[in-house]
């Protein structure tokens, strides 16, 4: 499914790009503001938070360092394509005094390029709302199966699920005493054996993929519920 939804992000991405590359001046682009930077800083640290999901993609992998290390950089690179690519259009395309103008204006609202364009109705608003519900579907899914990974962690004993994270737990603690670097090699073995014997059982996956169906269902609710309790009291 999350397959299907990326496709989908990606074909609407492109289309906005040919939608707006036409309309990029590159005299906009050659405008330069450093002072701007500091309070996009934030913004641009929040959007590549997709460490929750590191150990979920981890045991997806079966645990090869190199695979990881290759999904961590170029799932890190392709975002940041993108965003340079986005806000290439979005610079090259409105004036750089736009939002303080707007600004300037009593009681006026927020400048919003999106909002305009999305205004607009036909094939660009349509394809905006389109990207904007994907991306957010894509990035949901990806959220609460890494939660779901966590609290399957974090409450294996309570629900009684049998895993290699035992032996993990086993391994690096056997190895404690070897210091921080010891152990944590020590664990990475474990966690690559456990990976590996899930494969061959036909499994994989964390603690949740292999969980019997009531353990499952409990993970989800505890992912889903509270999230959807504070939207819907909104």
Known sequence: VNTAIVVGVAASFG????FGAPQVDPSLLAHADAAAVVPALPVMVLAFTYHNVVPTITYQLGCDLAKVRTAVIAGSALPLLLFVLWNGIVLGSVPFDAA????????????????????????????IALFSILAILSSAVGFIFGLVDFYADLLAEPLGLVDGGSAVAAEAEAAAGKGFFAAAAAAADAAEAAADDDDDAGGGGGLAQSAPLGARAALFSLALLPPVAVALSG
């Open 15 to 18: 289309a906005l790009l040919s």
């Open 100 to 127: 303080s103008a707007a600004a300037a204006i009593p009681d006026g609202a927020p400048f919003d390029p999106l909002a305009s364009l999305r205004a607009e109705g036909g094939a660009v608003g349509g394809t």
